[in-house]
């Protein structure tokens, strides 16, 4: 398998220092006693904020070890560098992007539309983007002047980077529960890599799934028994789903595989946070299945409505906790991206609001990419994109997944059930005034 060229773009080890005022405006509020923020724009993209700290006047250099956390992150497709560097126009010009940052005192919001803090000055950064596909370069590592007057002008500290990234791009052939093709996806060419089979588990108590081959029955059965809930639950509920995904063998290679039903709260039609639907996603290993991951989903309350999700890894030792690489919510009519991202921000390039994962090293080493003691993952680990429930026609998810994440077959497949897994929990936490697709649909279910 070959990966796309991916470039990574970051911001971070932000800091501003202010001259002391000899004689202060009454009127006026020092950017040292109140809170700092900055706003960074890259063209087409969408806006990204961050909180900016504060360093006294007399410290000349940027401290080591002190606020050095990552801003803000872009990743750039093929299609966004060739766009970003002119060359997909035959009439564009060559000069170079930019990055632009505007900075604020004051706190974070809007009023109708504008932002509340005081702008204190405007930062641009010129971007050789095409020098980043190759090898990684720094394009601004320090101090700037912020505002017009050059003696008593603020002083914005920041480090610009850009870095190959490569990715493996997968996308469904259509929706999961369609059983379709995944291709591996470069350039214009696709190229057909894994089946997909979606089926229901029969009602045993042991949840056996029927898309699991024979031979692995019996661990399956086990692994089933032990993470979900074998007993009966009454009232409105979604349960028994299972999408296995296969080689061009026909050898399955990964699954994912309902283990708690997707129940409505009682009085309501949803899904509660406090009592998630969950998925298992499972790796063959010595002759049977064993759990790789756990994703819980729910639906949240509230105006903002959306689809909560947690993802966590699941350790090789039975005694050892979960770890966590997602926790975040996607829009439910307009969907997102289902982001693992352990780069520190966790803003990634999407609007997915994911929030940093319980394993990523705030403030430690380069960027937030400090050694954890039990966790392999670091960096971008993967995104698979999710459509909303306002879709006139389903969307064929598409997945990316860092090179640095795939040594095998397996690696890559366990991925694509997770996205498929993520994509049907947006079904699955759909009000249950709702209809499904049939797809979704027991046979013997007519009031699905």
């Known amino acids: 398998m070959d990966p796309c060229p991916f470039v990574r773009l970051t911001v971070g080890n932000l800091a501003l220092k202010t001259p002391v005022a000899a004689k202060p405006a009454r009127s006026a509020v020092h950017p040292s006693s109140s809170p700092c923020f900055c706003i960074i724009k890259l063209k087409s993209f969408p806006l990204q904020n961050a909180v900016v700290p504060y360093i006294p006047p007399e410290i000349t250099q940027f401290p080591d070890g002190n606020s050095q956390s990552l801003a803000a992150t872009f990743h750039l497709s093929k299609s966004d560098l060739d766009r970003l560097t002119g060359k997909a126009s035959l009439f564009s010009t060559s000069q170079k992007p930019q990055l632009k940052i505007s900075v604020y005192s004051g706190r974070r919001g809007a009023t109708c539309g504008v932002n509340s803090g005081r702008l204190l000055g405007k930062i641009s950064v010129n971007l050789d983007l095409a020098a980043a596909e190759s090898r990684a370069v720094i394009f601004h590592n320090g101090w700037i002047n912020v505002g017009r007057e050059t003696k008593s002008a603020a002083q914005f500290h920041l480090n610009v980077k850009a870095e190959p990234d490569p990715r493996f791009v997968f996308q469904f ?34 949840q056996r799934s029927r898309s699991l081959p024979s031979e692995h029955s019996n661990g399956a059965r086990t692994w089933l028994s032990s ?14 789903w299972s999408i296995t995904i296969h080689d061009l063998s026909g050898s399955p290679v990964a699954a994912a595989s309902m283990v708690t039903p997707f129940v409505a709260s009682p009085g309501s039609d949803r899904v509660s946070r406090s009592n998630p639907g969950c998925w298992l996603i499972l790796r063959p290993g010595d002759g049977t299945w064993k759990p790789w991951g756990r994703l819980e989903s729910w639906r949240e309350r509230g105006s903002a409505d959306g689809i909560g999700y ?18 975040s919510t996607l829009s439910c009519s307009k969907g ?92 699955a936490c759909r009000l249950f005034s709702q209809k499904l697709r049939k797809e979704l649909c027991p046979p013997q279910d007519l009031m699905c």
Not at 227 to 240: A, L, N, Q, T, Y
């Open 173 to 206: 052939d259509g929706a999961p529960e369609c059983s379709p093709q995944v291709f591996q996806i470069r350039g214009n060419i696709r190229q057909p890599v894994f089946t997909c089979k979606f089926s229901f588990r029969t009602g045993d108590r042991n």
């Open 227 to 240: 993470f979900g809930s074998e007993r009966e639950r009454p009232g409105k509920e979604r349960k028994g």
């Open 310 to 327: 947690r993802f966590e890894l699941i350790p090789d030792s039975a005694a050892a906790a979960g770890i966590v690489l997602a926790d």
């Open 336 to 427: 997102g991206k289902f982001v693992i991202d352990l780069s520190g921000n966790g803003n990634g390039a999407t609007a997915s609001a994911a929030s940093s994962p319980g394993c990523s090293p705030r403030g430690s080493g380069d960027f937030g990419y400090g050694l954890w003691p039990y966790c392999m993952y670091r960096g971008f680990v993967m995104s698979a994109s999710v459509e909303g429930e306002g879709k006139t026609g389903k969307m064929a998810p598409m997945v990316e997944v860092s090179v640095q994440q795939v040594n095998c077959t397996e690696d890559a497949a366990a991925f694509v059930a997770l996205s498929a897994a993520m994509d049907l929990s947006m079904d």
